[in-house]
């Protein structure tokens, strides 16, 4: 009987949507033949926790019990936590979320088993010579069909691309412990200090989006989108090209290299929409493009579109605006 | 001290990336070729720690004898060396790269001395593999953070900051050590004419590199559907004021 073992997350006694969402992927992998859905998890599991496991049809909980794996325990340490329970689980595929810490804690494990890892999957299928699967190359515009071959499959899977679906049949979801030996030296790159972020609405979580590019011209141009961010409870956001002109901080950077954004409505004034900006505003709600090229990528992409100059539009955005809050 | 970073040729696609039409590869006759944006920041970034602390920087790529223009770049951003693992035909896979990696870093320490530090882009911009750091690392037996956002050399540590979700996490490593950077660290310089120049006539060190077989292997690529979006345009300049404002209206934001 096969065994899959996940590396679950979770915070505030709930697991993580990215968590739930690689469950909902690694039964593809155990329901046709009947094996184990097992996960390994840091930190203590409430009833609750166990319960949510249960519903996603997981029959084991391995809890990684060690002083040294807590909140901040870094991706190193976790791996060879997970490296452990490995050899006395024996699974056939070991899953995690590609998320802030599956990432690096998958790579860790990738490095230290030195088997081969498929990182930002969204499909894998067992075939008889390894496995099947689907990743995302340039960050999320292109599929790759990969085949792995390996003692043990080792995949991350990419975020919001599988729709998490608890398991018809719930499963026994037994907290089995384990304790790995961890040596001091696994922790070298804890974190010795949190910066948190200054106040105000994030730019990945805002409902609304005022993006600028290469069209806005100058850094004193984005005070209008300034402004109606505020109006609107929203944030700024912009291109590459904005950022590499010293117009804005890289922290407002939209696409592969800067911020994925979902908001309810993305603004993009005077973005052409190459592929790399594209990918972090594809999963907007609905777009509304400003641009002087009727032409323009992000133009027959959106949803709606306004034609000429931004410089002329935005103003008269903003005093429209004013006026319908003031009224 | 002395500074490694990787870099890797990858196709600058537009607004649509094509592929060939056996499906295996992005079509690359039209495009021209960069590295990651988070790679030109490790470029900069070592320019400013050989400035700052003195030494020398080297950048590395495993590619085609082509990817030597990346190396040149670099160079004209104010690299000192730079050093080609030649390899022609489909890409390798990221274990195989990091194990190239890791004989051509031994091969180089082995004559100049220890790298202090070494940099790599988070992820490549094309294949995206999201490891070739933390495994060159770990071969190497030196520590290693991703999602690096900051660095600071002092006597003999490295302060890194990784940008998290709610801000930052500071990391403090005994060197030599490593870091897997992203855009946002710095802004990269403009090469300067002069920079460029000399890039043209520097020497680029070739190593040869052994491929062992990485277990991933590419069948096809997929562009995914494209919902086709009518869009509806709202007007003109100033006058189609009024219909986005109903927008912001009915998504509740007005
Ligand atoms: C590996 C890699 C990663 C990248 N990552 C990112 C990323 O994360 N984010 C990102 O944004 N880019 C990224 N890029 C860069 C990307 O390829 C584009 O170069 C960039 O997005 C273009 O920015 P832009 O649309 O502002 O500029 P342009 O492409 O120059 O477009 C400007 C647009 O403004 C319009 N315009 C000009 N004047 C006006 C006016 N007065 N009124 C209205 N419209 C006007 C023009 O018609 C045009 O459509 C990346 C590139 C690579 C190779």
Redesign the pocket.
């Known amino acids: 009987m096969s065994t899959v073992l996940v590396l679950v997350e979770h915070t505030d006694g709930e697991l993580a949507r990215t968590s739930r969402e690689t469950l909902t992927l690694a039964r593809n992998l155990t329901e046709p033949v009947e094996g184990h859905l097992e996960v390994a998890a840091v930190g203590t599991w409430s009833d609750e926790l166990r319960k949510e496991a249960a519903a996603f049809g997981v029959t084991a909980v391995h809890t990684l019990e060690h002083e040294l794996l807590d909140a901040d325990a870094p991706p190193a340490a976790v791996a060879e936590a997970v490296r452990q329970l490995m050899g006395v689980v024996t699974p056939s595929v070991v899953l995690g979320a590609a998320s802030e810490r599956g990432t690096p804690s998958f790579a860790h494990l990738a490095a230290r088993t030195d088997l081969p890892l498929a990182a930002n999957c969204t499909a894998v299928e067992t075939v008889d010579d390894g496995w099947e699967l689907t990743r995302l190359r340039w960050?999320g515009v292109l599929y790759e069909d990969a085949h792995l071959d390996a003692e043990v499959a080792l995949l991350t899977v990419a975020p919001h691309q599988i729709a998490a679906v608890p398991a018809t049949m719930p499963g026994p979801a037994e907290l089995e412990p384990f304790t790995p030996e961890l040596d001091e030296a696994l922790t070298v790159a804890r974190p010795v200090a949190r910066e948190a972020l200054s106040g105000g609405i994030s730019l990945a979580t805002a409902p609304v989006v005022l993006a600028g590019?290469?069209?806005m011209?100058s850094a004193e141009a984005f005070a209008v989108l300034e402004e109606l961010a505020s109006l609107l409870g929203g944030a700024v956001g912009?291109?590459?090209?904005?950022?590499n002109a010293g117009w804005r901080s890289h922290n407002d950077?939209?696409?592969?290299?800067?911020t994925r954004v979902a908001p309810d409505l993305y603004l993009a004034?005077?973005?052409?929409?190459?592929?790399?900006?594209w990918v972090?505003c594809m999963n907007a709600k609905r777009i509304v493009a400003?641009?002087?090229?009727a032409e323009?990528p992000?133009v027959t992409r959106a949803h709606e579109a306004v034609l000429?100059?931004?410089?002329e539009f935005l103003p008269a955005l903003l005093e429209e605006v004013r006026s319908r809050k003031g009224g | 001290m002395r500074l490694l970073v990787c870099v890797k040729r990858?196709p600058?696609?537009?607004a649509k990336i094509t592929l060939t039409p056996d499906g295996s590869e992005v079509d690359t006759t039209h495009l021209g070729f960069?590295v990651?944006?988070h790679e030109e920041c490790a470029v900069e970034e070592a320019v400013r720690l050989v400035a700052a602390h003195g030494g020398s920087s080297t950048v590395l790529t495993l590619g085609p004898l082509a990817a030597e223009d990346q190396l040149r770049n670099a160079i004209a951003m104010g690299i000192d060396h730079g050093t080609l693992l030649p390899m022609e035909g489909p890409e390798w896979d990221a274990r195989a790269v990091a194990g190239a990696i890791v004989d051509a870093v031994r091969v180089l320490e082995e004559d100049d001395g220890r790298f202090d530090l070494m940099l790599f882009g988070n992820e490549s911009?094309d294949a995206g593999n999201h490891q070739v750091a933390v495994r060159v690392a770990h071969a190497l037996g030196r520590p290693v953070v991703d999602g690096v956002k900051g660095i600071e050399v002092t006597d003999g540590e490295v302060a890194l900051r990784r940008a998290v979700a709610d801000g930052h996490t500071v990391h403090h490593l005994p060197l030599p050590a490593v870091a897997a950077v992203k855009?946002g660290l710095n802004l990269p310089r403009y090469p300067a004419m002069r920079g460029r120049l000399m890039a043209k006539k520097a020497t680029i060190r070739h190593v040869e590199p052994r491929h062992r077989e990485g277990g991933l292997r590419r069948l096809r690529l997929r562009a995914p559907e494209q919902q086709r979006t009518e869009t509806t345009v709202l007007g003109t300049g100033a006058a189609a004021a009024p219909a986005v404002a109903d927008i912001l209206e009915e998504v509740g934001l007005l």
């Open positions: 960050g590019g290469r069209g011209g912009c291109s590459r090209v904005a950022t950077q939209v696409g592969q290299t800067g004034c005077g973005i052409s929409g190459a592929t790399q900006h972090g400003v641009n002087t090229d323009a992000m000429g100059d931004l410089h | 990858v600058a696609p537009g960069t990651s944006p911009a855009e």
